[in-house]
């Protein structure tokens, strides 16, 4: 195949047609051994071949909105040889990187964003007169999201700046696109009319057949000779060439494990079990979700209550709003959406909801380590961020049984938002308590003992193990789960102080973290006992799975177990 995109410029027709197909054959051979965003890349291979037979990179920049569509890219940027370790610890990322190659100008992994990027640099070039130029690859799911049309209206505002924005349409984010956006480009694709897009003064070529490299060159082309703002409308099929994933309805392979993978019980599907029984219970629970009703767990409520279901599209901040909204005029909502998009939104959580006291429910999936994504994807800022939110009420469950339960507990709040956090991952087996103080379930009670362990959610078996461990070696230790960890229970401190040491496991970054507020209450209260976090060091961390990298810092039950020996020794 092609290591180099110089090496694409002196191929035939009938030539590049034989790469389109290898390339291929390749990403359905290595996705399915690796796992992977699929669908999407299948759709996109002849679109990426063609933008690099007419545009220079990295000399011109091409921006992939969002990257999860940049495999192609890869392949033809000379990473082919790297794909046996796609989103492996060490290996190559999901998404572009930086770090990988100097083809790779922006990670993006966040949907809606490269048009803002594209501007930036458009308005570089032209203060440097550069010949430089600008190219950004965009979803139709994407265009779902506010900030592409803040980019485009400042784009279109500007006809002395070329900037080529290539939209690769095929119908789809994850499930279909929604919205007038969606029903505006339906129409584009067979009537061809004047578009919103020469309304905001952006010229526009279209639509073109994405997996004609031919057509695509000569209109990719004409738009570089245009010399201004243009949209490149192309038509693409994502999960061309595979039968399994052009079958797909759902979501035509968007993003897959490797095939034979087990497929056991996750904590999203116990949240999509549960949502279900609750909302057949309450006519007032409705659900929203931000393109991702079945990734979300969202699926079923939808099948059962079509009318009590909103998909708003890749549009975060919007679905907060709309749902202080909908609270407001007595409706009980649950936002699901994934704990890394939540970040888009804090405003609106803040000000919309909050300052409202409004009953929003919000389950965070992939809170926490989510693995083999990277670190736009680890959820690892929501339970440092929200507990600074006045009135928010932030669950963490341990097992299946908590989920249900606090989920339950969540939707029965109405005097403003609440929280619920859980990751990507395997779901556990329910850990029963031994008593309950406060809101607190303790899990073990271990008499004499001068350590308190505050097992977060799932970090509890981890806890428990590393109890075992600390006992074996002489030094009993009290396992306490929270439950809700914001705002602090009283019942946590009056455990809290009755231990010499406290340590509060949780897959979060340390500031704002639980151990601290601990010691901070507990500082307050005139206490002595030394409480102290135990979670992320507050930096970007890489891909690896889960364990891999709750390991690496420490958060197992080894882990636990020498860092508490360790404070211990300090305290002597």
């Known amino acids: 195949m092609i290591s180099d995109p110089a090496d694409l410029a002196s191929k035939s027709t009938t030539e590049l047609a034989i790469v389109a197909d290898e390339i291929r054959d390749f990403l359905i051979h290595k996705v399915s051994r690796t796992g992977g965003h699929l669908g999407p890349n299948l759709g996109a291979v002849e679109l990426t071949i063609a933008l690099h037979r007419v545009f220079h990179s990295p000399h011109d920049v091409l921006l992939f909105d969002t990257g999860h569509q940049a495999y192609v890219h890869k392949i033809l940027t000379g990473r082919e040889s790297d794909f ?6 060490g290996g190559l990322s999901g998404y572009p990187s930086r770090s990988e190659s100097e083809h790779d100008v922006i990670e993006n992994s966040h949907a809606s964003t490269a048009l803002s990027y594209a501007d930036g640099f458009a308005k570089a070039f032209a203060l440097q007169e550069s010949t430089r130029r600008a190219v950004a690859v965009i979803g139709d799911g994407a265009l779902t999201g506010g900030m592409a049309w803040e980019a485009l209206n400042n784009i279109g505002s500007a006809p002395q700046r070329p900037v080529v924005i290539v939209l690769n349409d095929n119908g ?27 309304d905001l003064g952006l010229a526009y070529i279209g639509p073109v057949d ?5 057509d695509l060159e000569h209109a990719l082309r004409r738009a570089v000779r245009m010399n201004k703002p243009v949209v490149v409308h192309c038509l693409t099929r994502k999960g061309k060439g595979y039968l399994p994933a052009e079958q797909d309805d759902a979501d035509r392979l968007h993003a897959i494990g490797p095939i034979g993978a087990a497929k056991k019980p996750t904590w999203t599907s116990v949240f999509a079990d549960e949502i279900t029984a609750i909302g057949a219970a309450r006519p007032d629970v409705v659900c929203i979700t931000a393109a991702m009703a079945e990734p979300a767990g969202l699926a079923g409520f939808a099948a059962r ?8 599209g890749i549009a975060e901040q919007h679905a907060v709003t709309s749902a202080a909204g909908l609270a407001m005029a007595g409706m009980h909502p649950v936002v699901a959406i994934y704990s890394t998009f939540l970040n888009r939104a804090v405003d609106q959580l803040l000000m919309d909801v909050a300052l409202h006291r409004q009953p929003v429910t919000f389950v965070l999936d992939r809170a926490g380590i989510t693995g083999p994504d990277g670190p736009s994807h680890h959820g690892v800022w929501d339970s440092s961020i929200l507990p600074v939110v006045p009135g928010l009420r932030l669950a963490c469950p341990r097992d299946p049984a908590r989920l249900r339960e606090l989920l339950r507990e969540a939707v029965d709040v109405n005097d403003g938002p609440t929280v619920v956090r859980y990751p990507k991952a395997t779901a556990t087996d329910d850990i029963p308590a031994v008593r309950r103080s406060g809101h607190c379930d303790v899990l073990l009670d271990s008499p004499g003992a001068q350590v308190l362990l505050v097992a977060v959610g799932p ?6 193990a590393a109890a075992d461990e600390l006992c074996a070696q002489g030094v009993p230790a009290t396992v306490v789960d929270p439950r809700w960890i914001a705002p602090i229970d009283p019942g946590l401190l009056k455990l809290a102080g009755a231990h010499r040491l406290v340590v509060a496991v949780e897959d979060t970054t340390t500031p704002g973290a639980l151990g601290g507020r601990i010691a901070q209450a507990l500082s307050a209260n005139g206490s002595d006992t030394c409480a102290a976090t135990f979670a992320l060091p507050p930096r970007f961390l890489p891909h ?15 882990g636990i177990t020498t860092t508490v020996l360790k404070r211990l020794e300090a305290l002597s």
């Open 305 to 312: 209550f079509p009318d009590r279901m909103f998909d708003v």
């Open 544 to 558: 690896a799975s889960r364990s891999e990298i709750l390991r690496a810092h420490g958060l197992d039950a080894a």
């Open 459 to 464: 970090l509890a078996p981890a806890c428990l």
């Open 210 to 214: 994405g997996h004609d490299i031919a």
């Open 84 to 89: 046996d370790s796609l989103r492996q610890a």
């Open 172 to 198: 789809r984010s994850y499930a279909p696109t929604v919205g007038g956006i969606a029903s505006h480009l339906a129409v584009l694709r067979y009537e061809g009319n004047r578009n919103v897009f020469e």
